[in-house]
């Protein structure tokens, strides 16, 4: 099973054709109870899980790999409608949801999972992800998706920065080095005065990650600013985990609505879109924010502060 609910990235492994799925469904490990799910992607070897609740993997679901896990989904209408049930293994956890690898896909369960995938995406031969909306229909919805969405990001910006100083000055309250202290309130002053020129520069990056319109893909991230593990100096590298820790804090709070969104521009652009290249993404979101913040000179601890802020 690819480790990834939206099947976007990296390179296609397995021997079955893996479709996009959004079934709700319960989970369960050996005798544990039922965790409320929802089936985002299947093939006839296994699907992928992603939870709805606040039960990530954490230690003591990492202790379950290989262990059992059954899949139970209701699916169809009427006198179609049926309740089926998928017994495997699991294959892998992720901080949002289990990989379940199945010796023996139920047919009836598979039939229902493909009516549901037939569904989502809009009839036959949909799975491609190729929209029928007219070319000027398409832009207008993408337009539309960056209008949306620098409205939002101008009514939470003032919030921002009021957060960020408060944020500041309660660590300045709770560290108990005399220069640190002195460094957090210093550093709410200089965040105020800045506050014009960083919103700027945040704009400005988050932007430039937009496709334009008529475009057909969608930007990837720059080599230079990836959040992926590179060999870097030790402050940058404590800052990149600061910042990967609040990217993946935001994306499981946010993974059902977020790979609703990813699935449905996806179509709309006739793009790949994952967690890595969406240009509304928490990711996208959080790395312009770096970049606007770097010419401040703060150090790592304060930064981490601003990324919970933001």
Same mark, same amino acid.
């Given at each position: 099973? &690819? *480790?990834?609910?939206? %099947?976007?990235? /990296?390179? =296609?492994?397995?021997?079955? @054709?893996?479709?996009?799925?959004?079934?709700? !469904?319960?989970?369960?490990?050996?005798?544990?109870?039922?965790?409320?799910?929802?089936?985002?992607?299947?093939?006839?070897?296994?699907?992928?899980?992603?939870?709805?609740?606040?039960?990530?993997?954490?230690?003591?679901?990492?202790?379950?790999?290989?262990?059992?896990?059954?899949?139970?989904?209701?699916?169809?209408?009427?006198?179609?409608?049926?309740?089926?049930?998928?017994?495997?293994?699991?294959?892998?956890?992720?901080?949002?949801?289990?990989?379940?690898?199945?010796?023996?896909?139920?047919?009836?369960?598979?039939?229902?999972?493909?009516?549901? &995938? *037939?569904?989502?995406? %809009?009839?036959? /031969?949909? =799975?491609?992800?190729?929209? @029928?909306?007219?070319?000027?229909?398409?832009? !207008?919805?993408?337009?539309?998706?960056?209008?949306?969405?620098?409205?939002?990001?101008?009514?939470?910006?003032?919030?921002?920065?009021?957060?960020?100083?408060?944020?500041?000055?309660?660590?300045?309250?709770?560290?108990?080095?005399?220069?640190?202290?002195?460094?957090?309130?210093?550093?709410?002053?200089?965040?105020?005065?800045?506050?014009?020129?960083?919103?700027?520069?945040?704009?400005?990056?988050?932007?430039?990650?937009?496709?334009?319109?008529?475009?057909?893909?969608?930007?990837?991230?720059?080599?230079?600013?990836?959040?992926?593990?590179?060999?870097?100096?030790?402050?940058?590298?404590?800052?990149?985990?600061?910042?990967?820790?609040?990217?993946?804090?935001?994306?499981?709070?946010?993974?059902?609505?977020?790979?609703?969104?990813?699935?449905?521009?996806?179509?709309?652009?006739?793009?790949?879109?994952?967690?890595?290249?969406?240009?509304?993404?928490?990711?996208?979101?959080?790395?312009?924010?770096?970049?606007?913040?770097?010419?401040?000179?703060?150090?790592?601890?304060?930064?981490?502060?601003?990324?919970?802020?933001?």
């Amino acid at each position: 099973m &690819n *480790k990834h609910p939206t %099947g976007t990235r /990296g390179k =296609e492994n397995r021997r079955h @054709t893996r479709l996009t799925a959004s079934q709700l !469904a319960t989970i369960r490990f050996d005798d544990s109870a039922p965790l409320r799910a929802v089936i985002r992607d299947f093939c006839q070897a296994g699907l992928f899980v992603a939870f709805t609740e606040q039960n990530r993997t954490d230690g003591a679901f990492r202790a379950l790999a290989g262990g059992r896990a059954n899949v139970e989904f209701e699916a169809g209408v009427g006198a179609n409608k049926g309740r089926y049930r998928i017994e495997g293994q699991v294959a892998h956890l992720t901080s949002v949801g289990v990989g379940v690898f199945v010796t023996h896909m139920p047919e009836g369960a598979l039939q229902a999972l493909v009516e549901g &995938n *037939k569904a989502l995406n %809009g009839g036959e /031969g949909a =799975e491609a992800g190729v929209s @029928t909306l007219s070319p000027e229909r398409s832009q !207008a919805l993408q337009q539309e998706c960056v209008v949306r969405f620098f409205r939002f990001l101008e009514e939470v910006l003032p919030d921002t920065l009021q957060l960020g100083k408060k944020y500041l000055h309660e660590a300045a309250q709770n560290d108990q080095s005399f220069m640190q202290r002195t460094r957090y309130s210093q550093g709410a002053d200089e965040l105020e005065v800045a506050w014009k020129r960083v919103q700027e520069d945040f704009l400005v990056a988050v932007r430039r990650r937009i496709p334009q319109q008529g475009e057909a893909t969608v930007q990837p991230v720059a080599p230079s600013e990836s959040s992926e593990l590179a060999l870097v100096e030790e402050s940058e590298f404590e800052d990149w985990l600061n910042l990967s820790a609040v990217i993946t804090q935001i994306e499981n709070a946010v993974v059902l609505e977020l790979t609703e969104f990813e699935r449905r521009y996806q179509r709309l652009t006739g793009s790949l879109v994952s967690h890595k290249n969406d240009p509304f993404g928490p990711e996208a979101i959080c790395l312009a924010y770096q970049g606007a913040l770097r010419p401040l000179g703060f150090n790592n601890s304060m930064r981490a502060v601003l990324y919970r802020a933001l």
